[in-house]
């Protein structure tokens, strides 16, 4: 069995006819070495330590920019056993600092410790309770930079975001984040909606209030606002284009301009008989509870149980839409509100009067 074997290896090694045999020859000085052979090229992409430098040097380059312009405000309250803190920063020459108006809310002096630790005095020379807005002036000469207000309308969703503030007291403290969602709306004190707020997942807490939300370029985007209390990841800020327009009418006028037509109304549902014999499309609409004597409304006939349906081309479906309609721009100039009385549609001109402060 062993010798059929052998012969079968050796008819395995002998040239099969018709081909030739390849004879390999190395020089006895040649030497093998063992080649793994080359790894294949990995697709070209940015170092992950890379990306972090990136995203502190954006986040630090911010900090530095904003940074020096933001305080932490204590007000002077009556109580002692009261205490309260929040943040601001400067937004005009000659220390005009922005906040919230809840931080001043109680108050009519305030103690304001700069970033580099000067304790100063400050006064509020305007306030906005329906956007939670508040200037104030500090009493002292001060050369705090101002910060430069951005576009928020321009903000996207994703975009990075940093906070800037003194939550519990602790100054110049800074979370990042992202923008979570825009044009949100929350109730305000007086129950007006705030809107076009940012919402954001950079942490904020008490003390937070009325700092800066800024974007990597070093623009103030946002003014901390509101958090949703045990849901650390829904805060809010203010927009800064609805900030723009609060300087501007505070330092001007010392007030928001808004228009008032002497009602007090609610919201109410258009019943289905009366929508079909008026025309009237809409589920809801404005109604009258009462009118001021001698007020706009008053004036131009309306009375109490009329529904609004329309203020000019837009439509009432309630007091949010009211509102909306009741800007500075409406102040003194005649509108034509449509109305349902008595199952009968009519339209009445109404001329909206500045509205009284803390009306």
Do not use: W
Request: with cysteine.
């Amino acid at each position: 069995m062993k010798a059929r074997k052998y012969e079968l290896f050796a008819r395995a090694r002998r040239p099969r006819p018709g081909r030739a045999r390849e004879i390999l020859a190395y020089p006895a000085e040649a030497q093998f070495v063992f080649d793994a052979g080359t790894p294949p090229a990995r697709p070209a992409r940015a170092d992950e330590g890379d990306l972090l430098d990136a995203y502190s040097n954006a986040v630090v380059r911010a900090v530095e920019t904003v940074g020096p312009s933001v305080v932490r405000i204590h007000p002077m309250l009556d109580d002692p056993n009261l205490q309260g803190v929040g943040s601001g920063f400067a937004v005009a020459e000659g220390g005009v600092l922005l906040t919230n108006s809840h931080v001043v809310q109680g108050a009519r002096r305030f103690v304001v410790i700069t970033a580099d630790g000067r304790s100063l005095t400050a006064r509020c020379i305007g306030d906005d309770p329906d956007t939670d807005l508040a200037l104030l002036k500090i009493d002292q000469p001060v050369d705090l930079p101002p910060v430069r207000l951005g576009d928020s309308k321009a903000l996207r969703r994703g975009q990075l975001v940093i906070a800037i503030g003194a939550p519990l007291g602790f100054e110049a403290t800074v979370t990042t984040g992202v923008v979570s969602a825009l044009g949100r709306s929350l109730r305000g004190e007086r129950g007006r909606l705030i809107e076009d707020l940012i919402q954001t997942d950079a942490a904020l807490n008490p003390g937070n209030s009325g700092g800066p939300l800024v974007a990597s370029n070093g623009e103030v985007v946002g003014v901390a606002t509101a958090v949703i209390v045990g849901y650390p990841g829904l805060c809010f800020a203010v927009a800064a284009n609805t900030a723009r327009f609060v300087i501007g009418e505070l330092l001007a006028h010392g007030q928001v301009r808004r228009a008032s037509i002497g009602v007090v109304a609610q919201q109410a549902p258009v019943p289905p008989l009366l929508a079909r014999s008026t025309g009237v499309t809409q589920g809801y609409a404005v109604f009258v509870a009462q009118t001021d004597p001698g007020g706009p409304a008053a004036k131009a006939g309306v009375r109490a149980g009329d529904l609004l349906i329309k203020a000019g081309e837009r439509p009432l479906t309630g007091l949010d839409d009211m509102l909306r309609v009741l800007d500075h721009a409406c102040i003194d100039v005649p509108t034509p509100f449509v109305l349902i009385r008595e199952g009968r549609l009519m339209t009445t001109t109404i001329t909206p009067r500045l509205r009284r402060k803390g009306g």
